[in-house]
């Protein structure tokens, strides 16, 4: 039973008021076919929204079984509408986009029932109203009597206890028209149903009651139904309780709904994708580029270690020194002759320039693992190298003694040992490119011509780094495997400089030495191309002495050097280390910072390390450890005390000495003492070196102790321990004479150098501070900018299209929701409560934020093919290549559903609250 009693409801339309329903009071039977008649505007549409719990009234009371609404929350409203009212429209209100199955299953869909009961009513309902064939059609490909048909299905499926009808035939022709009466009045029997029409005939015909409205009131009631108040009891407050649906059920009710507008679903997925793809692909090009730029620091970083040696010099104040030299500005007229002090003062720069870097103190530091600097040394570690003297000779094919440094040619010929030597180092600027000829050795003049170098070894123990397997490739044979196997290392185009064939005896010796001369003769020679076979070269030899074994004792048990005496070399050959050729190495790299091998035979930290435990066990390191005093080389002390001591070593060393050298020391100081008398030295000249030993042995028969002092002051060279200790081989791991830093980054890099001015700082004595020259500072200090500037750039891009894409995705998100007001009017018209609504709408977005998320990423992939082909053509290299990391991919998916959420959560929260009348009213 509804009872509705003095209703009134207003609408305020800024100034103007509007009475649509003026205190109006009805009571309906339970089940009875009621007719409201009625002028347009006169408010029979209110009315039936107010009964149906679409709309609120604003005084009186509405009274549903003896219960008052008047306390209804929105869910009992909610409940109600889905569980005891049917609506059935003028204009249908059917979903377009859904089959009419679809359409009659909501109502039961919104109030929780299973998928199997909902189908099976919903048939049931649209077999009742006599359209059981036609379930699967959609409403468009219906007739309007036949939508109306499953409106009315639609209202029934719930088993409400009231039917509304607002004008259900008006928009039919009469024959349709009846139709849908007949269906109503059949309704009727056991229902309550209320319809609103203006068609009197109709009402006539059908209605068993009919009630007559104009401007908000009631005229006329042709079967009132009056109640007996004092028999009723008062109305109760109760509540109705809720409709429910699940998440998952409207997930899948989304996706249903989303599986019938496929092709919009794609267009709306397909829109928020593009989006997602100009992150993705923002993403990959940066994530290319900054792999690209990771390879190259780490690329130059292997080139370039920082480097720090025993001996050094520093670059960077001499190059500072030169550009001010060059900027300086001339203040003085051109009217005289003028000074220019600049190459003194490059002079005296050059000369403090050069300083002597305590390396053992730095190694401390280095080795302590809580120093700092450890957190940004690279992949390839830090390398000390070690100065050990070693020789290496070769037998040319004729047979005759080389040695590789190439002493054999200069000792052969003195005036050509400076083009030797000449030659020499242009042959180490030659093999390697020119930025590695930058090397400290060069700078501080400290030439060395021997082909031979160490190769940096890799890290766990590996006898060659990776690096240089990277830069180098076996043509023959293979990497060296032990302590005496060396590679010769060949230029790209297989190449290696004559003189290095020459110094290696790979090539006749005797051939060498007619170049030379016809050089010395200022002649222009032009050698023509040698070749030799890869097999020869691995079937040749070298010899290696260390150069504690080049002092031998002799009968007064001191050690003499025997290095220039070839007869002595050849018999130690025979007992020292023969280095074989394990493998020829090519470079591959065009990139000349990739160099890292500067000479022309390359060997391990094995050999090294096998010469320094040599070395140190070695008879002549030995002696001279236990005797820290005296040289033993000559027998002199290194620090004498007192004047005795001296004059005895001078004795001592007078003694020792052969015959020419007596006859050397004697002319020598006839010459100072003579020097007035040129008749006295020509004398001098004419003698023989016995003559001149004798003199000198009888001068020296009866010594007095200044002239001996004098002898030791002026003539007699002691040497020094350190000095000796280095000569014969000795070397203390904890004194390495050159260290390299590796670092893999510029960053780090410049790190690095922070730590040692740090460093430089914390050192208690000045003499420990390190100098060091930062060839990557000098080479790339703006590439370093540079560099930053581009990641900067990349990063801001990538903000900036996130940003762009987001709003993209909201606003589609946001119109796809506007653009389906009617249809939340629908569902609130069945009883859908607002948060049912919103959840459609969320699981509606969150659907297509993951579909357009994946279109995004697979999109962006297979543009990465043309994208990379293009960058790969236009660069002219395949260094940069644009990839999306996996985990950004699934980043950017699951960031296109929260954004479409966003997006779509503030309409969806709108569309539920949105009115459902002023809903359904919109088009
Ligand atoms: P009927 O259905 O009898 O044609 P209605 O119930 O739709 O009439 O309307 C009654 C009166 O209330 C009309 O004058 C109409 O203009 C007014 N009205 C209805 N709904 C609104 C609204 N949402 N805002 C303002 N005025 C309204
Ligand atoms: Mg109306």
């Known amino acids: 039973m509804l009872q509705i009693k003095n209703i009134s409801k207003k609408y305020t339309t800024g100034d103007f008021v509007q009475t649509a329903l003026n205190n109006v009071s009805l009571n309906f039977r339970d089940n009875e076919f009621v007719a409201i008649l009625g002028p347009s505007g006169s408010g029979k549409t209110t009315l039936l929204n107010i009964v149906g719990g679409l709309d609120r009234y604003d005084t009186g009371d509405l009274i549903i079984n003896g219960i008052s609404t008047k306390k209804y929350k929105d869910k009992d409203w909610d ?473 031998q004792k002799n009968r007064s048990d001191l050690f003499k050097y025997v290095g220039n005496d070839n007869n002595k070399v050849e018999e130690l050959l025979k007992s020292g280390i023969t280095l074989k050729v394990s493998g020829i190495i090519r470079q591959t790299s065009d990139d000349s910072s990739n160099i890292q091998i500067s000479g022309s035979v390359g060997y391990t930290k094995a050999l090294t390390n096998y010469l320094i435990n040599y070395g140190n066990k070695s008879d002549i390191v030995k002696a001279q450890k236990n005797s820290p005093d005296v040289n033993v080389l000559n027998g002199l002390h290194f620090n004498p005390d007192n004047d005795s001591i001296k004059i005895d070593d001078a004795k001592t060393y007078l003694s020792n000495l052969s015959t020419s050298d007596k006859a050397n020391m004697w002319k020598s100081m006839a010459m100072t003492a003579y020097a007035d008398s040129p008749e006295q030295i020509q004398m001098l000249d004419s003698m023989t070196e016995t003559q001149l030993a004798a003199m000198l042995d009888s001068y020296l028969e009866n010594p007095k102790d200044e002239e001996m002092l004098s002898i030791y002051d002026n003539y007699i060279d002691v040497g020094s321990y350190d000095d000796n200790m280095k000569n014969f081989g000795y070397v203390s791991l904890g004194a390495p004479s050159s260290i390299s830093i590796y670092a893999d980054t510029f960053e780090d890099k410049d790190s690095i150098s922070d730590c040692i001015d740090k460093y430089n700082k914390d050192v208690k004595d000045d003499k420990d501070k390190i100098t060091y020259t930062d060839y990557v500072a000098l080479l790339m200090s703006s590439i370093t900018t540079i560099i930053n500037v581009i990641t900067y750039v990349l990063i801001a891009f990538v903000a900036v299209s996130l940003i762009v894409s987001s709003i993209m995705i909201g606003i589609i998100t946001y119109i796809s929701v506007l653009e389906r007001t009617k249809e939340i009017g629908i569902l609130r018209a069945i009883g859908a409560s607002k948060k049912n609504i919103s959840q459609v709408f969320n699981a509606e977005t969150f659907i297509i934020g993951l579909f357009s998320g994946i279109i995004g990423i697979g999109i962006t992939c297979l543009l990465l093919l043309p994208i990379n082909a293009i960058i790969h053509a236009v660069t002219d290299s395949t260094n940069v290549n644009a990839f999306l990391p996996v985990q950004s991919g699934i980043i950017l998916i699951v960031l296109s559903v929260i954004l479409t959420l966003i997006g779509g959560f503030i309409p969806a929260k709108k569309a539920a609250k949105k009115d459902p009348v002023a809903a359904l009213r919109s088009e």
């Open 79 to 551: 409940s109600y509408r889905n569980h005891t009212i049917g609506f059935v429209f003028q204009s249908y209100n059917l979903i377009p986009h859904q089959s009419i199955l679809s359409n009659v299953e909501l109502a039961l869909t919104i109030s929780g029932i299973s998928k199997k009961e909902r189908k099976e009513r919903a048939k049931q309902a649209l077999t009742d109203v006599g359209l059981g064939e036609q379930i699967h059609k959609r409403p468009n490909q219906l007739s309007g009597g036949q939508m109306q048909r499953v409106a009315i299905a639609r209202a029934l499926v719930n088993n409400p206890d009231i039917l509304l009808a607002d004008e259900p035939t008006g928009a039919l022709d009469s024959d349709t028209s009846v139709q849908v009466m007949e269906l109503l009045k059949e309704v009727a029997k056991d229902k309550l149903v209320i319809m609103v029409t203006h068609n009197p005939e109709l009402a006539n015909l059908y209605a068993n009651r009919i009630v007559r409205v104009k401007d908000g009131h009631i005229l006329d009631d042709s079967n009132p139904f009056e109640l007996n108040d004092k028999k009723i009891a008062p109305p109760e407050h109760k509540n109705m309780g809720k409709s429910s649906m699940s998440f998952l059920t409207s997930l899948a009710l989304s996706f249903n709904n989303l599986k019938t507008k496929k092709g919009r679903t794609f267009l709306t997925a397909f829109a928020g994708s593009i989006g997602i793809i100009g992150i993705a692909l923002i993403l990959s090009l940066s994530t290319g580029v900054n792999q690209y730029i990771t390879d190259i620091q780490k690329d130059t970083m292997t080139s370039y270690p920082i480097t720090i040696e025993q001996k050094t010099f520093d670059l960077s104040s001499m190059m500072n020194a030169g550009e001010q030299a060059s900027k300086k500005k001339v203040n003085h007229k051109l009217n005289a002759v003028f000074s220019n002090g600049t190459d003194i003062m490059m002079t005296s720069k050059m000369a403090t320039s050069i300083s002597e870097n305590n390396l053992t103190e730095f190694k401390k530091y280095l080795d302590n693992k809580d120093s700092e600097i450890n957190n940004y040394v690279g992949e390839n570690g830090i390398v000390y190298s070690y100065d050990v003297p070693f020789s290496v000779f070769s037998y040319d094919s004729d047979n005759t003694l080389v040695n590789t440094n190439g002493s054999t040619f200069s000792n052969s010929n003195s005036n050509t040992s400076s083009i030797a030597q000449m030659n020499g180092s242009m042959s180490v600027s030659m093999n390697a490119d020119m930025s590695t000829s930058m090397s400290t050795d060069m700078m501080t003049g400290n030439i060395n011509s021997s082909p031979f170098t160490e190769m940096l070894s890799g890290k766990n123990d590996e006898l060659v780094s990776d690096v240089i397997k990277d830069n180098y490739k076996v043509v023959y044979g293979d990497w060296p495997k032990a302590y005496d196997e060396v590679v010769l290392v060949l230029d790209k185009n297989n190449e290696v400089s004559l003189t290095t064939l020459y110094y290696l005896g790979l090539l006749p010796s005797k051939d060498y030495k007619d170049i030379l001369k016809q050089i010395n003769k200022g002649e222009e020679v032009n050698p023509e191309t040698s070749k030799i076979s890869y097999e020869d070269i691995c079937n040749h030899n070298f010899y290696l002495i260390a150069d504690s074994d080049l002092y």
